[in-house]
């Protein structure tokens, strides 16, 4: 129905606001039959119920809230509906004030119901604090199953990328033209909440995993980062980030340094960076010119524009990653190869009268996996049992 904003060079304890714009706002919403009032900041257990008083019947809602709402919308998997309800339950326990329905009755202090006994907000206080165990144990259980499946692609060296950037800066369209998949994508924010990981093919020997997260927001609430810190693994564990960057918003530059300031927070700032920006169909020309980051790509998810050269850009930086080997197989134990192209990110093959010799771009880790059969400085180690 509306905006409307006020600097103010202190907050006011009970309200947030000053008390002449409590009320200017109050008029507006009873004017407009408002059935919310929003306020873009954090509000106090007893900041909502003074301005819920004071904007009746509108109900006040702040800006965790609302996030929270929208989260609780989208989530349709086991996992997202666990982790919004932890994130309602750590956002609710340090706003309870009053008591149930604003009574003030009390328990029995136990034997002969004498004393004082428990306040009502009290028993809210620890069920909540109940429930969220309980439901950190299931994360748990969530959390062991992914980490099962990284060791598995560590174990195997399979490379890894991860989507990252501000929500709705079209992750998960990106994701479905790579990897030819059906994640759910749409024009609407935090429109995924679960991580999905698929195989995605970066020429006709080099392969690797491609991840979609949760996208980020500014002023993104604390406990939406402890309830999702299982998803945000996906991307900690990631090998190399893909920052996907709405190229047609307005503001551009404000939503890549909140995504930066992120990366810096979660400790993501020593992983190799590319940039991805989207959208370039419906973005003004002159954003191109904007663009100070590198190295960097330009992409249209919707019309499948410049995903060649981001496969490109993902495949070099890749290369940068690995080290270069060259084995040798005897004629006995050519199907090796085969072992060594599921170590390898790429593999050249030639044939020769004693055997196979490949040229292989490996991680460092697995290259001492390879080291009996490696051609050193144009020798061929030929092992002793063959």
Known sequence: MGSISQLVSKWTPATLLGSGKVEEIGHIAEE????????????????????????????????????????????????????????????????????????????????????????????????????????????????????????????????????????????????????????????????????????????????????????????????????FKATLEESASADILIHVIDLSNPQMEKQIQVVNDLIKEFGWDKKPLLHVYNKIDIAPIQNRFRVKTSPRVFVSAAQSDGLEELKSLMHETLQKLTISIEVFFPIEKKHLAYDLQRDCTSLQKEESQLGLICKAQIIPALANKWQEYRVEKGFINIPSNS
């Open 32 to 227: 407009c039959q408002a059935d919310f009032v929003i306020v873009d900041h954090h509000l106090t257990g007893v900041q909502s119920r003074n301005l819920e008083e004071m904007w009746k019947p509108a109900r006040v809602l702040d800006r965790a809230q609302i996030i929270i709402e929208i989260f609780a919308q989208r989530a349709r998997s086991y996992e997202g509906k666990l982790q919004v309800e932890l994130a309602q339950l750590l956002d609710q326990l340090p706003r309870q004030v009053g008591a149930w329905l604003g009574s003030l009755s009390r328990q029995g202090a136990g034997i002969g119901t004498k004393g004082l006994g428990e306040k009502a907000i009290e028993l809210d206080r620890r069920q909540i604090k109940r429930r969220v165990d309980i439901i950190r144990k299931k994360l748990k259980d969530v959390q062991k199953t992914r980490e099962q499946h990284r060791n598995s692609r560590q174990k195997n060296q399979v490379p890894s990328f991860a989507l990252i950037g501000y929500t709705n800066a079209g992750k998960s369209s990106i994701m479905n033209v790579l990897t030819h998949s059906e994640v759910y994508a749409e024009d609407q924010l935090f429109a995924t909440l679960d991580p999905t990981t698929r195989k995605v093919f970066l020429d006709d020997s080099t392969h690797a995993v491609l991840t979609d997260t949760v996208g980020f927001i500014n002023k993104l609430p604390t406990h939406l980062i402890e309830a």
